[in-house]
């Protein structure tokens, strides 16, 4: 059973999956691959570091909120940690889009 999706992709992220395509289908006679054959394909071989999107996605206010409502917790510590997380999300969004901009030279 065939199910489908919306998926909002990022400027980055089309481009990534145009080029993609474009490069699966050059030379090849044998058929046609579409951007649906692209993306399943993706997420079938996929390997996620889901800690790293987590990372990524985090809400420091959000999280600060959580902490705030514990007792027993070193504020200090909790406040450095998730300004340490926040900075490791933005250096590795960075770098990602660094690689992306190299790729495309």
Same mark, same amino acid.
């Given at each position: 059973?065939? /199910?489908? %999706? $919306?998926?909002?992709? &990022? ?10 395509? #474009? ?27 889901? /800690?790293? %999107? $987590?990372?990524?996605? &985090? ?10 409502? #514990? ?35």
């Amino acid at each position: 059973m065939k /199910r489908k %999706l $919306q998926v909002i992709l &990022t400027e980055d992220s089309w481009t990534t999956l145009d080029a993609i395509v #474009k490069e699966a289908n050059l030379d090849f006679q044998s058929g046609t691959i579409n951007m649906s054959d692209v993306v399943n394909e993706i997420l079938l071989t996929a390997k996620i570091d889901v /800690r790293a %999107l $987590q990372i990524k996605h &985090t809400n420091v206010r959000r999280s600060l909120r959580n902490l705030a409502s #514990k007792k027993d917790i070193d504020i200090d510590l909790a406040i450095k940690s998730l300004m340490e997380l926040k900075a490791a999300g933005q250096r590795r969004q960075a770098k990602t889009q660094l690689a992306m901009k190299g790729a495309e030279l």
